[in-house]
Nanobody, 123 residues
Framework: VQLVESGGGLVQVGGSVTLSCATS????????LAWFRQAPGKEREGVAS????????AYADSVKGRFTISRDGVKRTVYLQMNNLKLEDTAVYYC?????????????????WGKGTLVNVSS
């Protein structure tokens, strides 16, 4: 199983970036997918999640209206569109897959994890 994040980097406050997570090794259409983040000195927190059938999503309150999660079954990839970025969005962003297929932000029940990509928001 592999989950490989990409798209991170340095971005200015108010800017936008799209993260991608390419997956392999599991039945993509059966799994919910999620994005988590961990800022320096802080615990990992859930950011966004999407159910296996695309009908349900979940977002952290801090990103609602700014971030959008989506998935592409053909490319086996999950995306996180991040708009109007703030300094506090600086973190390593991880994608994860959950065999329950339900959209949620519970890190403890995720089955698979990527290694993360750094998003650094600067002023």
């Amino acid at each position: 199983v592999q989950l490989v994040e990409s798209g991170g980097g340095l971005v200015q406050v108010g800017g936008s970036v799209t993260l991608s997570c390419a997956t392999s090794g599991f039945t993509f259409d059966y799994y919910a997918l999620a994005w988590f983040r961990q800022a320096p000195g802080k615990e990992r927190e859930g950011v966004a999640s999407i159910s296996n059938d695309v009908l349900d999503t979940a977002y952290a309150d801090s990103v609602k209206g700014r971030f959008t999660i989506s998935r592409d079954g053909v490319k086996r990839t999950v995306y996180l569109q991040m708009n109007n970025l703030k300094l506090e969005d600086t973190a390593v962003y991880y994608c994860a897959a959950d065999g329950s297929a339900v959209a949620h932000l519970l890190a403890s029940v995720m089955d698979y994890w990527g290694k993360g990509t750094l998003v650094n928001v600067s002023s």
